[in-house]
T-cell receptor, first 112, second 113 residues
């Protein structure tokens, strides 16, 4: 199966700074890469995703980049706000395996 | 209002008892999943079902069982064989199995007393 590694496990930034979370994957057949945000005590929610035919995708203050050659993808959050504080999970999958493979999560803390 | 509902929100179990966690979705999704979440462990897949009357073991299936008799429902039974069942359990669904995003339920927190 696929193996997804996520770094860092914790990240602290000052409000207004940028935050970057990186994930690597092992299966070159993986073609779908979603990112989830989980606030304390809440359910994970999909915030952005990218497919392997696209190198970058943006949605307001968040963006995801994909490097298929190096097999890594990253989440970028600009102008961070305290409400961005949460655990972020990356995931990857090749369609044929029928499930997502998650990274272990990054606890992002944004200090006011 | 479409969504995925888990019940109960909190569940207490005595050692040696089986308990069943409910997961219902009205999104007309084919695929459903059960995850366990422990602090620092991320999301670990227990079982998943790509279609009605079919399911597969995930990464940590020992001590758990599931059924998928209806498209809308995917209950999880935590059996007495599960040695450390205290955790937060999340159910999810997707349009179909494979390269689609998940919609998660709000979770059930199970505590063994």
């Amino acid at each position: 199966g696929e193996n997804v590694e996520q770094h860092p496990s914790t990240l602290s930034v000052q409000e207004g700074d940028s935050a970057v979370i990186k994930c690597t994957y092992s299966d070159s057949a993986s073609n779908y890469f979603p990112w989830y945000k989980q606030e304390l005590g809440k359910r994970p929610q999909l915030i952005i995703d990218i497919r392997s035919n696209v190198g970058e995708k943006k949605d307001q203050r968040i963006a995801v980049t994909l490097n298929k050659t190096a097999k890594h993808f990253s989440l970028h959050i600009t102008e961070t706000q305290p409400e961005d504080s949460a655990v972020y999970f990356c995931a990857a999958t090749p369609r044929t395996l029928g499930r997502l493979y998650f990274g272990r999560g990054t606890q992002l803390t944004v200090w006011p | 209002d479409g969504g995925i509902t888990q019940s109960p929100k909190y569940l207490f179990r005595k050692e040696g008892q089986n308990v069943t966690l409910s997961c219902e979705q009205n999104l007309n999704h084919d695929a459903m999943y059960w995850y366990r979440q422990d602090p620092g462990q991320g999301l670990r897949l227990i079982y998943y079902s790509q279609i009605v009357n079919d399911f597969q073991k995930g990464d940590i299936a020992e001590g758990y069982s599931v059924s998928r008799e209806k498209k809308e429902s995917f209950p999880l039974t935590v059996t007495s064989a599960q040695k450390n069942p205290t955790a937060f359990y999340l159910c999810a669904s997707s349009i179909e199995a494979g390269d689609y995003g998940y919609t998660f339920g709000s979770g059930t927190r199970l505590t063994v007393v």
